[in-house]
């Protein structure tokens, strides 16, 4: 049940777009984090390199007197002079005391990010981004200096809160995945366009299916596209070959049922006779009325027999045919008829050129040779010979020859064997139904049958196909 | 002649028994191919009709599991569709003959009188040993050119023996290619009917056609 739900959810068009939205997300989401990434550490080299330029500043706008620091001049940056302004400035001592800040830094509490730089060799930088104790965040710019004249090493620092840069971030960031975003839907709704787009033909070969089960429609019509057409082709056969076959159904039902009246109206007859008479003498029931009756109902009994091979024989449609071993078979009904007429001590002449393939239904092949050959040994003598070449005359064509040494067919009957689909009920009494069922089957590959005398007297029966191949036997047997 | 029919319709299996055993075959019949394939691996049998289609195990396979036990007696089989495909792969199988559905019994008696013919290395349904000849299909025997009247058993025994001619035949043999299976096994019915064939066959006591081998059976004289 389970599985049956699964199979009638399974939709092309939802694997293909949940695929692709799978393969988007994944390809977007890695092009955001790169670029991210990359926007990120952008803005803090541009950071660094500013903080660097301020270090310069502040270098040239500090003295030093005895171990005192001051600021000669008013710092070229106005944010240092604003108290809270976000932009920093320290000295601080070897001991990591501070010995200056610059008035934008007068509230602020430096105390736990000393110590960050400790270490500092002379004219070496140190960049980072440190959290202070009240929770703000710095970028942190440092360089070692040692005074003209002095031994000890000083180190400058230039603080810039992160905050202005984390908002540039985080405004990029937002624009950046909002675009990412944007452009995910668009791809989404123009796949899905496409899709729907490209599986319209799958789509449009359902409704057609769909109008041919419903009877509007004979056959799949529509143009479509070049790889859906071996489909279509091919089941276009099939609905044809479908079709014939019904037909044929009908028409051997028919066919029997009208068949069957004629001896059933005899017996009938017979049968109405029969109770007059013996009611009047019970002695009359003779001889010649059970012949009768026996006789129709042997003729019923061929009748059934023979529609019921006409019934179930294939269409003889070569588009859809399987490749059958002319050799094969006609050695395996050999094999088979000389066991049955193992007594008959036949003589038997196989001349059958190897690598021929009839292009149809095995049975049906079995069928047309099985009852040739059948004949050939029943009615024939002690000799029987079976050929099959491939003739250039009048054109290319398979053909199959059955002769024997028996007394031949007489021209009547070769008649009526070349009427192709002759009903039974128009058949001479006692007539076998082998051929007219070898007739049919020919006929329906477009085959022909000619009936003669063969070289030896007896019967001569040739069998003609254009439906056939001839492969090379070592290709096909490696 | 003891004979194994598989048929899985009632009705034509019943006909066939009775039709059979009218003419004087002994007969085992079966309604699927597995019971077949029991009677067909647990008794000996001279010849079997098979139908090809049937429940449990299909007539082809039961043809090839008999045939791979390394049974050789006749086969005929009885085919319903009567396409060659099938009449090919029965055959192919191990089958002898086959006959298509409906058919008429002269014609199953016809083609298993040909069989079991065969199957005893015979041509002709004539067979003639000296001045005894027995004709297998209108099951008739002669003596010098006279016919021979014999009743329906001493005719299935002298039958059994001359088809195995020169051949020593058990009683155990006799017994089961001759009587149904409850048969008193014990009863000197057999000694009876082979006294009464030799005073009819050879009423001067000079042929000496069928030999008693002490211990052993009978054996049919091929130079009587």
């Known amino acids: 049940m389970s599985a049956t739900t699964r199979t009638s959810d399974y939709s092309l068009q939802t694997r293909l777009l949940t695929a692709v939205s799978v393969l988007l997300t994944l390809f977007l989401g890695l092009t955001g984090v790169v670029l991210d990434r990359a926007f990120r550490s952008s803005v803090e080299a541009g950071v660094a390199q500013q903080l660097q330029v301020q270090l310069y500043v502040l270098l040239s706008a500090v003295e030093e007197d005895n171990g005192q620091f001051y600021f000669l001049e008013d710092l070229r940056e106005p944010r240092f002079s604003q108290l809270n302004s976000g932009l920093y400035a320290l000295v601080s001592s070897p001991a990591q005391q501070e010995l200056l800040r610059s008035p934008s830094a007068l509230e602020r509490n430096f105390d736990d990010l000393f110590g960050r730089w400790a270490g500092l060799g002379r004219g070496e930088t140190f960049f980072a981004r440190e959290v202070a104790a009240d929770g703000e965040e710095y970028f942190i710019a440092a360089y070692g200096v040692v005074w003209e004249n002095g031994e000890d090493q000083y180190d400058f620092v230039v603080m810039e809160s992160t905050g202005t840069s984390v908002a540039e971030i985080n405004n990029f960031r937002a624009s950046l995945w909002s675009w990412l975003g944007g452009v995910a839907v668009l791809l989404l709704v123009l796949q899905l366009l496409l899709l729907r787009w490209g599986l319209s033909p799958l789509r449009r070969l359902a409704e057609d299916l769909k109008r041919i089960e419903s009877g509007a429609s004979e056959q799949l019509t529509g143009a479509y596209p070049l790889e859906l057409r071996p489909v279509t082709e091919n089941l276009n056969l099939l609905i044809k070959t479908e079709r014939k076959q019904q037909a044929r159904y009908r028409e051997t039902l028919g066919d029997l049922a009208h068949s069957l009246k004629t001896p059933l109206a005899v017996i009938a007859g017979v049968m109405n006779g029969l109770s007059e008479k013996t009611a009047a003498a019970p002695a009359a029931v003779n001889e010649e009325q059970i012949r009768t009756v026996e006789e129709q109902l042997e003729r019923m009994n061929q009748i059934v027999g023979y529609q019921l091979q006409r019934a179930v024989k294939s269409t003889g449609s070569t588009a859809l045919a399987r490749r059958v071993d002319v050799l094969d078979v006609a050695r395996r009904i050999l094999k088979a008829l000389q066991k049955v007429y193992a007594e008959r001590q036949v003589e038997v002449v196989c001349d059958i050129e190897p690598g021929l393939v009839f292009l149809g239904d095995e049975r049906d092949l079995m069928e047309v040779l099985g009852n040739v050959l059948d004949n050939a040994f029943k009615y024939g003598g002690h000799w029987l010979a079976i050929s099959a070449r491939v003739t250039q005359v009048p054109s290319r064509q398979l053909s199959i020859v059955v002769e024997d040494d028996g007394p031949g067919i007489s021209a009547t009957h070769q008649e009526f064997v070349l009427q192709r689909g002759a009903r039974l009920d128009t058949l001479v009494q006692g007539q076998g139904i082998g051929l007219a069922v070898v007739t049919d089957i020919v006929g329906s590959y477009g085959g022909q049958i000619d009936v003669g005398t063969g070289q030896r007297g007896g019967a001569r029966i040739q069998l003609v196909f254009q439906n056939f191949q001839t492969t090379d036997i070592t290709a096909s047997r490696s | ?224």
């Not at chain 2, 025997?141 to 009247?149: H, S």
């Open chain 2, 1 to 224: 002649m003891r004979l194994l029919v598989v048929e899985d319709q009632s009705l034509l299996r019943q006909q066939l028994v009775l039709g059979l055993t009218r003419h004087g075959y002994v007969v085992d019949d079966a309604a699927d191919g597995k019971a077949g394939l029991y009677f067909a691996s647990e008794f000996a049998y001279d010849a079997a009709i098979i139908d090809l289609g049937l429940p449990l195990l299909d007539g082809i396979s039961l043809i090839r599991q008999i045939r791979a036990q390394g049974k050789t007696f006749p086969i005929l089989i009885l085919t319903a569709r009567g396409d060659w495909q099938d009449k090919v792969e029965g055959l192919d199988a191990g089958a002898d003959d086959y006959v298509v559905k409906p058919f008429q019994l002269e014609e199953i008696l016809a083609r298993l009188n040909a069989l079991l013919r065969r199957a005893a290395g015979f041509a002709k349904s004539l067979i003639e040993f000296g001045p005894i000849a027995l004709d297998i299909t209108s099951k008739r025997v002669t003596l010098g050119g006279l016919g021979v009247e014999l009743t329906a058993y001493e005719y299935k025994l002298l039958e059994y023996l001359m088809l195995h001619p020169g051949q020593v035949v058990s009683k155990t043999e006799l017994t089961e290619h001759l009587y149904a299976q409850d048969y008193d096994r014990d009863s000197n019915v057999l000694e009876v009917f082979v006294r009464r064939l030799r005073q009819k066959l050879d009423p001067q006591d000079t042929l000496h056609p069928i030999e008693t081998i002490r211990g052993q059976g009978y054996r049919f004289r091929t130079d009587a």
